[in-house]
């Protein structure tokens, strides 16, 4: 039988959507960073549920649902799945089903960044380690991240800034990560709606 909805639910009826989040996606820590189309960071949560099953997934979509509209969010960039790890993928793609589930109800369009192109953008290599990319968040931002998640979550952000062209990449290795990703024929088709719905800062 299929379920169709009647109707796309406005993320913030009356009002312009938008901020930019990143998400870093967990079952134990969900990190999410709010930036402004102006590059400010407005806001950093963690979504750690306490329960376990079908229980802490609705936790987590609910939640998740309660920023969408509080901070009526425009354009998700969140991190895609790390394939290479098997035992905890099957888990990931629950959170990850559940976390999109709430995006399509509302209507909010996403862009999927590797785990490699955000190591890639925040450090300059493909394999770096977590405590590497938090340190180079420091050293390039001076943002001082509590964790990975929102380490991970704030390059997100930043990543998701240089594909609408509201900031500049610093560095030809940025510069590659925008472009391979902007290749990908869905992630060109919510860039061209984002742009022509929003000037870029960079267009002046």
Known sequence: MAVHFKKKISVHPGAQTTSIMGLDGSAT??????FSRNGSLLATYRLQPKING??????????????LTKHAVGL?????????N???????AEVGGVLRLAMAMYGVPYLSVSPNSLKQFATGKANAKKEEVMKDVYKR??????????????VLGRVGLCLLELTP????IQKQVVQTIAKNPLSAEVIKLQRSLYPTAMEG
């Open 29 to 34: 820590s969900t990190g999410i960073t709010i």
């Open 54 to 67: 079908a229980a802490r997934l609705r936790e987590i979509h609910e939640a998740f649902r309660v920023l």
């Open 169 to 172: 990449t610093e560095n030809s």
């Open 141 to 154: 931002w001076g943002f001082d991240s509590p964790g990975n998640d929102i380490a991970d979550a704030y």
């Open 86 to 92: 098997v035992n905890t993928l099957a888990t990931l």
């Open 76 to 84: 998700v960039i969140l991190e895609g799945y790390a394939y290479g």
